[in-house]
T-cell receptor, first 115, second 112 residues
Framework: QQQVKQSPQSLIVQKGGISIINCAYENTAFDYFPWYQQFPGKGPALLIAIRPDVSEKKEGRFTISFNKSAKQFSLHIMDSQPGDSATYFC??????????????FGTGTLLAVQP | DAMVIQNPRYQVTQFGKPVTLSCSQTLNHNVMYWYQQKSSQAPKLLFHYYDKDFNNEADTPDNFQSRRPNTSFCFLDIRSPGLGDAAMYLCATKQGRGNGYTFGSGTRLTVV
């Protein structure tokens, strides 16, 4: 119940295209769903996050779509750029569920944007 | 800038020789986490401190210990590193509930 499943494992997109990464969770108690971007040799950096009371959140070229009934959420990167090439992790936590607030990560997607 | 700082960035240690990794934060966050990330894998939570309360994950080996002497600092001690402990170790902080996690840049540990 603590798992977050992420797909695809890797993704190649042409410059200017749309990158789409999908995640699914099981624990309905999760109430915070962030996406992290990680470059080689760096720690994960928060990209965008959503809570289950909204179905979509957009920040610049990055959009999270959230489907509470299906227990799925996805990251869309519009107008993908070579600088977006990185590993992307979805995650989930019970942000208001108690003291532990553990962040459960998906397995990661390696995105390569070709020029 | 407020941030999470991990030292050193790269650490090489000998098989079985104790090693300590450090994390400091200027964010004054009350929760601090240690994650282990092996190559091409997701970060895996080892343990965390909620204020002074230590919370160990059930599958974290006894070989891994942690200390948090004050709000700003947290240490990861590996008592007898094995080859399988080679990984990136990530420190993260969070303030209570309703806020995001801030990660440090990590310490890459090599065991020789």
């Amino acid at each position: 119940q603590q798992q977050v499943k992420q797909s695809p494992q890797s993704l190649i997109v042409q410059k200017g295209g749309i990158s789409i990464i999908n995640c699914a969770y099981e624990n309905t108690a999760f109430d915070y769903f962030p996406w992290y971007q990680q470059f080689p040799g760096k720690g994960p950096a928060l990209l965008i996050a959503i809570r289950p009371d909204v179905s979509e959140k957009k920040e610049g070229r990055f959009t999270i779509s959230f489907n509470k009934s299906a227990k799925q959420f996805s990251l869309h990167i519009m107008d993908s750029q070579p600088g977006d090439s990185a590993t992307y992790f979805c995650a989930a936590s019970r942000d208001y569920g108690g003291a532990t607030n553990k962040l459960i990560f998906g397995t990661g997607t390696l995105l390569a944007v070709q020029p | 800038d407020a941030m999470v700082i991990q030292n050193p960035r790269y650490q090489v240690t000998q098989f079985g020789k104790p090693v300590t990794l450090s994390c400091s934060q200027t964010l004054n966050h009350n929760v601090m986490y240690w994650y282990q990330q092996k190559s091409s894998q997701a970060p895996k939570l080892l343990f965390h401190y909620y204020d002074k309360d230590f919370n160990n994950e059930a599958d974290t080996p006894d070989n891994f210990q942690s200390r948090r002497p004050n709000t700003s600092f947290c240490f990861l001690d590996i008592r007898s590193p094995g080859l399988g402990d080679a990984a990136m170790y990530l420190c993260a902080t969070k303030q209570g509930r309703g806020n995001g996690y801030t990660f440090g840049s990590g310490t890459r540990l090599t065991v020789v």
